[in-house]
């Protein structure tokens, strides 16, 4: 009988920030890799080790450590030192698709310049996979992954097919008690073997080949000793025969016989913690990921490459801003499952990455304004569908244009509004205001200065300033502020004279016309086919309708209805005696799901967009007593929830607004279905994902069907799109005959607990991680904003998410470019769009089909179809079909032009 091989790979599992901050844990991976390299230079025997597959821990040591790149790069090229292929290890269910594709190729970038990265996707530690990672991996021309979590029972050996809801498939080997098999190997060959052979019991009938033993864990530090004690093992014994190797070299001799198949995501706790409620804690972290993405993704780069030339392409200021939001999807930073220090750093990253998305954005919106041949407001659309939208205007005139909807006027500069004649100030006042003046000659986003004029006589110093609804590229503010400064100081004693020369003007609310897939138009008033109004009961209850939706407030529950369903947007609070990584519920909980008090207001009657709110006063326990494990307490709370719906849309648009006031608990909307569901189908990366009412679990983890949605979520009837707000779950379970069912939908606005990790817990009775107070966690004095939509009975819920998250932007032309009023600068229709930005150069696109059918996406323009390595694939004449559930990338030729 031929000896059973045991493939050692001595690796660490680096976590860059998590129960202490970046900086304390980076002193540690200074420390291990001097070591590290140290040792491989001087000890052959110690062949092989894995950097954890993610490039950011050899940066991160060069960053202090720059003269050993050179011995990084001769161990990683001569196949010692294994790197990448991500950058991070992210969590692949809180980033957006192109966060994780954006993770693999930088690190594959990276890995390039020390000699080419691991093919190979590994994903030791993260909490689930989502279904299209297979095919992610695919593109990047990897045929393996490492797995831990989220295995199913289904799977009853240590490698399996895993594929893809599109067919792509890759083997994944297994690791069924984690990426630690072989931590810590002891220095004694025979306390090795025996420790490989009750390893080997412990597997049982999972194990059917080789051993994969991952010497490795949480920041393990080398053990020298490795080489040795694997020569006197192999000496002692021969039913084992051990080899020190790397993953590419055990894979590449791996069998692919007889495998098992899995397709779609893996999020079954059966075996290993899936720690669900990652989703829902720090919701202000996915929150500000949320932002982020969006001005990135939707905004920053469409805008920039469709509208710059393509030799003013942003790109090391993007690539920065990509920096940031990768370094934020390692999973323990994402997750927020980690000391405040940690999240207060993964705040910072996201504010810096959509500032610098905001900047490009509007700057590469604004040259779009220059080119245009009409004067006044133009719709800019930087989604790939046609549509129409509201939008703030400022027009001129004394009334409002047919159609629009008269806002209130925001203060001019200074507090002065036409009308108000001349205000007389000191020089030194004025001097003072000066210096608090923008360069821009834009003051708020509806007005700019027009001109400056200064004039003066023996009596002081006349300023007029006229303002007006576009801009004046001619004027120079800062050089009129410099010579008012001027005047003054060869005045200080005289008055100055400030009047405001505006012509009359409204500021609106409209609705547009259709505006091309990434594209612009003149704005002009369109009539409303749907105008949208508001009306009293019999029973005083506000109704809101737009002949496409009928929207009623209940003012005894705080809840409103939508098409007859009613009880929509109850809020439930409930206790959470849990942790970072999962809700758990306390022995004695209270729960509260009706309000103290209940008021109504109209804040916009219509007809553009009618507006009730609703304030509604609750009492919600104070906290879990740490003895009892019971609610106490009790504080009260005004919840402020709008609820909006437009002319000519059939959605209903809610924001719900709170400052938390209470600790260990738990707050959830709650929407009840038109129908009963049996599942639920929500946006994952490149993606529908079908979910049923349960998940598999274990004594060690509660299987609790909470699960994560990107940014919409459908069952029953309803749609639900949001903004950063992640975990859903489907309740109110009815188990018939033959099928159970859900009659709601809730979704988690907040979840508050001050632990990283709690031990005895109802849900999950062991520690997942350090049991450290975290007093973030709790979210005490944080406003709440939460924004979502809902729809009945919506066909594309993509469509809804374009509506609800990304509104058309308004741009002021001056009248001296070349465009026409109407056009498009890039068209790509029957599929979604991940990304449009520029590579070396070229216009490159990402188009998937998140459906079962096959489509056919239609683009203006050839080019080539690349791989995410951008090898070419094929040529790209004007379409390309994508099978059920596949992506794509493309790289067009050709320049903008205008359409």
């Known amino acids: ?104 190729q930088l690190g594959m970038a990276r890995g390039a310049a020390f000699g080419g990265a691991m093919e190979i ?67 004694d060959a025979l306390a090795l073997v025996r420790r490989i052979e009750n390893h080997i019991e412990e597997l049982g009938d999972l194990l059917t080949g080789p051993l994969l033993f991952m010497n490795g864990t949480d920041h393990q530090l080398p053990q020298p000793w490795i080489g040795r004690v694997v020569a006197e093992a192999n000496a002692l014994q021969d039913a084992l025969e051990l080899t020190i190797t790397s993953l590419p070299e055990y894979l590449a001799g791996a069998s692919a016989a007889d495998l098992p198949t899995w397709t779609g995501e893996l999020r079954s706790g059966f075996r290993a913690n899936v720690l669900m409620g990652v989703a829902s804690n720090r919701v202000d972290v996915k929150q500000a990921a949320a932002r982020a993405e969006r001005a990135l993704e939707r905004r920053a780069e469409p805008a920039a490459a469709l509208f710059l030339p393509a030799d003013r392409w942003p790109g090391s200021v993007l690539d920065a801003a990509w920096l940031q939001m990768v370094r934020n999807a390692a999973h323990d930073s994402i997750c927020a499952c980690s000391v405040d220090e940690v999240v207060d750093a ?21 040259d779009l304004a220059q080119t245009l041949g009409h004067r006044g407001p133009s719709l800019v659309n930087l989604s ?67 001109q400056v004029r200064v004039e003066e006589d023996d009596a002081g110093i006349d300023v007029t300033i006229a303002f007006g609804p576009d801009e004046r590229p001619d004027l120079s503010l ?18 100055v004279r400030i009047r405001v ?80 990584y999962n809700y758990s519920p306390p022995a004695g909980d209270q729960v509260v799901d009706r309000p103290d008090d209940v008021t109504v207001s109209v804040i916009a009657a219509g007809p553009v967009r009618a507006t009730a709110e609703i304030t509604a006063t609750y009492s919600w326990p104070e906290h879990v007593d740490g003895s009892t494990r019971r609610r106490t307490g009790s504080l009260p709370v005004a919840v402020v929830t709008t609820v909006s719906v437009d002319a000519d849309d059939p959605a209903v648009h809610v924001r ?40 598999e679990g274990r004594p060690d983890e509660h299987g609790l069907p909470t699960f994560p949605s990107r940014r919409f979520v459908s069952a029953g009837g309803l749609t639900v799109a949001h903004q950063g707000l992640l975990e859903y779950e489907l309740v109110d379970i009815d188990d018939g005959a033959t099928t159970r069912s859900a009659r709601t939908l809730a979704l988690t606005l907040l979840r508050s607990t001050g632990m990283l990790s709690r031990l005895g817990m109802a849900y999950r009775p062991m520690p997942a991680g350090p049991l450290t ?125 205008v359409r």
């Open 1 to 104: 009988m031929s000896p059973r091989t045991v493939a050692i790979v001595p690796h660490t599992h680096w976590d860059r920030e998590w129960y202490e901050p970046f900086q304390t844990f980076r002193l540690r991976l200074v420390e291990l890799l001097d070591g590290l390299l140290a040792l491989m230079e001087s000890d052959p025997s110690y062949e092989r080790f894995l950097l954890d597959g993610q490039m950011a821990v050899v940066d991160d040591y060069l960053d202090v450590r720059p003269e050993a790149e050179g011995r990084i790069r001769a161990l990683a090229a001569a196949g010692r030192l294994t790197v990448g292929p991500w950058y991070v290890l992210m969590d692949e269910f809180l980033v957006s698709a192109e966060t994780i594709v954006r993770d693999l």
């Open 121 to 187: 996707g590994y994903l030791p530690d993260m909490f689930g996979h989502i279904a299209q990672m297979p095919q992610i991996l695919q593109q990047a021309g990897f045929d393996h992954a490492v797995v831990w979590r989220g295995v199913p029972s289904g799977i009853d050996r240590t490698a399996f097919w895993w594929e893809a809801p599109d067919g792509s498939r890759v083997r994944a080997e297994y690791l069924p008690v984690g990426y630690g098999n072989g931590a810590g190997i002891p220095d």
């Open 346 to 366: 993964v705040l910072v990253r996201f504010a810096e990455a959509r500032q610098i998305a905001d900047g490009v954005g509007d700057r590469a919106l604004a």
């Open 384 to 450: 790939s569908r046609q549509r129409s939208g509201v939008v703030e205007l400022v027009v001129p005139g004394e009334e409002p244009p047919a159609g629009t909807q008269p806002l209130p006027h925001e203060p001019g500069l200074l507090g002065i509004s036409p009308g108000l004649g001349t205000l007389t100030l000191d020089a030194a006042t004025v001097r003072t205001i000066i210096g608090m003046l923008p360069s821009s000659s834009q003051i708020d986003a509806h007005t700019w200065v027009q």
């Open 478 to 495: 800062p050089a009129v502020k410099q010579s008012l400064s001027t005047l003054l100081d060869a005045r200080p004693d005289s008055p």
């Open 501 to 580: 020369d505006q012509p009359p003007t409204v500021h609106v609310l409209a609705k547009t016309p259709e505006v091309p897939g990434f594209g612009w138009t003149a704005w002009e008033p369109v009539a409303l086919r749907h105008p949208v109004s508001v009306g009293t009961q019999a029973d005083g209850s506000v109704v809101l309708r737009n002949d496409l939706v009928t929207v009623e407030i209940d003012a005894e529950a705080g809840t409103f209805a939508v098409d007859g369903t009613a009880g929509l947007g109850r809020l439930v609070d409930d206790g959470d005696h849990g942790d970072s």
């Open 656 to 695: 719900t607004r709170f400052t938390n006031p209470c600790r260990d608990h738990r707050v959830r909307v709650h929407f009840p279905l038109p129908e009963p569901a049996t599942h639920s189908s929500a946006e994952c990366a490149f993606a529908v994902v079908d979910r049923t009412l349960q998940a």
């Open 773 to 897: 107070p975290v007093e973030g966690l709790q979210l005490v004095g944080y406003t709440v904003d939460a924004r979502y939509t809902v729809q009945l009975h919506c066909d594309d819920p993509y469509e809804l998410v374009d509506r609800a998250t990304l509104p058309l932007d308004v741009v002021h032309a001056v009248g001296r470019g070349h465009r026409p009023p109407t056009g498009s600068a890039l068209r790509i229709e029957g599929a979604e769009v991940s990304a449009v930005h520029r590579h070396d150069g070229m216009l490159e696109v990402r188009v998937f089909n998140p459906t079962a059918e096959a489509v056919t996406a239609h683009i203006d323009r050839p080019g080539w179809m690349v791989d995410l390595r951008g090898r070419p694939l094929g040529p790209v004449d004007g379409h390309v079909t994508l099978g059920p559930f596949a992506f794509a990338t493309l790289r067009l030729a050709g320049q903008d032009s």
